[in-house]
């Protein structure tokens, strides 16, 4: 059954100050002597998968999937390959546990965004490290991630112990085109390798951090917005532009435009926004911090609304959003054109009615003559912050950082999780690095780069959370 958005959990009680220190487990796979060296070995993994150069487009991630599962192998762990496309491969790989409980995947994607160098302080395809810090780019969007699951996979093999899960590494290509070539075709012809799985660990969410490096909280992402690209036709009489014409194409496109971009989508505040903004307010300057404490209160008063929404991130969340970016008509200045279309991109909720936002956009712009068809739909869900994951997570917070919330967030974007969403995974997005608002900013921008310090303790972190997840029942 798909989870749907309407639900609230009474468990979520999310300080983490409450949980117990007992049900954390040891760190003896970290300090026994075959891992002691994993910090040096996932950092010179990083650097050489940094290197291996899989820009979208056009992907090449099979040099990259060959890279990972060679790792993988050399580990004694088998690693499959599976081509989605030409050139573009996923990797595989199942450590076996006793089978007590359903598998756990750690998902993370091979390709990366461009880069161009000329842009970049230090070159985004070498993998230097530079005071303290690996740089490239993937180091957070989302190699980085993808190697502290690698050497998550490769501790747990070398600790020699069976656990309650099987762990599940998995590594796809196409992800930051949407996953048609990548995750889709995976899913779709392979379904039977991930079908038992009970939950994924994917990317997005992380440990937030204000500008000096404290800790504000632990974002899990467990939702996202669903795309929906629209496109809108209108036809009209052409002519020479000396005699103008009232109702040509652009002239009704235009008014039809204004009057979308005018009336924008109302709040929808679930209880899911009210309680994450709640828990992320203690980390917010005033007066964001009073207004987010509660939101369904705060945005009655139009002047505090609109201030919410200036802050781009927390009013993608509040709302069905409406981005235009596509405007074609004419081809001479002096002709006017017979056609005028538009495209939008529009980001849905995952409790909105698709069908009656689309009648909602038609009932608008209908009596301009303007038609709208469909263009992309990629339904988006969330996944229950109540699961064995979610407490897991918040264990080895309590116990690494105590009094540090962990708190369920939404994604404004999209990822690889809502294909396996539609199998009745449980999904959650994070990668337990700490991130600043400057190196978030690097994401898909430049000089993209994860300090050192910030990537090993994420492994080690994620490598508890697997290990509370899963770990053998004489260990929790
Ligand atoms: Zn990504």
């Keep these: 059954m798909r989870k749907h958005f309407g639900w609230f959990c009474a468990a979520l009680v999310i300080s983490n100050s409450f949980a117990g220190q007992a049900a954390v487990t040891s760190m003896s796979d970290i300090n026994n002597n075959a891992n002691s060296h994993y910090e040096s070995e996932a950092v010179g993994l990083l650097s050489h998968y940094l290197q291996v150069d899989t820009t979208n487009p056009p992907g090449n991630e099979k040099l990259g999937a060959q890279f990972l599962a060679s790792v993988l192998g050399k580990e004694g762990i088998q690693a499959h390959l599976f081509d989605t496309a030409p050139g573009r491969t996923c990797v595989y790989a199942r450590l076996k546990g006793n089978g007590k409980k359903r598998a756990i995947i750690l998902l993370n994607h091979i390709d990366v965004v461009p880069a161009n160098a000329h842009d970049w302080k230090h070159h985004p395809f070498k993998g230097e490290i530079i005071d303290g810090e690996i740089w490239g780019r993937g180091t957070l969007d989302i190699k980085g991630f993808g190697i502290a699951q690698l050497e998550t996979m490769l501790m747990l093999k070398r600790s020699g112990k069976v656990l309650d899960r099987d762990i599940i590494f998995l590594a796809t290509p ?271 921008g430049t000089n993209e780069r994860i300090p050192v310090r910030s990537f090993v303790q994420g492994i080690k972190f994620l490598h508890e959370i697997i290990n509370n997840l899963a770990g053998p029942s004489d260990v929790q």
């Design 174 to 444: 196409d992800e930051e085109s949407g996953g048609e070539h990548g995750a889709r075709v995976f899913v779709k012809n392979h379904s039977d390798l991930v079908r038992d799985a009970e939950f994924l660990l994917n990317e997005v969410g992380a440990i937030y951090t204000n500008d000096s490096g404290k800790p504000l909280y632990w974002g899990v992402d467990i939702a996202e917005k669903s795309v929906l690209w629209l496109k809108l036709t209108v036809t009209g009489e052409a002519g020479h532009a000396s005699l103008p014409l009232p109702d040509s194409a652009p002239n009704k496109l235009v008014l039809a435009l204004a009057k979308i971009i005018e009336s924008p989508p109302p709040p929808h505040v679930s209880p899911v926004v009210a309680q994450s903004f709640h828990d992320i307010a203690p980390a917010m300057p005033e007066p964001m911090k009073s207004y987010l404490t509660d939101i369904t209160a705060s945005i009655q008063d139009p002047k505090v609304y609109a201030a919410i929404l200036a802050n781009k991130q927390l009013g993608a969340v509040l709302r069905n959003t409406i981005s235009l970016t596509v405007l074609k008509s004419g081809y001479k200045t002096n002709v006017i054109p017979k056609e005028a279309t538009a495209e939008l991109d529009c980001r849905l909720l995952p409790a909105t009615d698709k069908d009656q936002f689309i009648k909602e956009i038609k009932d608008t712009v209908s009596p301009f003559g303007v038609e709208v068809s469909e263009l992309t739909w990629q339904k988006a869900d969330a996944s229950l912050p109540c699961s064995a994951l979610f407490d897991a997570i918040t264990k080895v917070a309590a116990k690494e950082q105590p009094g540090v919330p962990v708190v369920p967030i939404i994604c404004p974007g999209f990822t690889d999780s809502h294909w396996f969403r539609d199998m009745d995974t449980i999904c959650y997005g994070f990668a337990p690095f700490e991130v600043d608002p400057e190196h978030i900013a690097t994401i898909h």
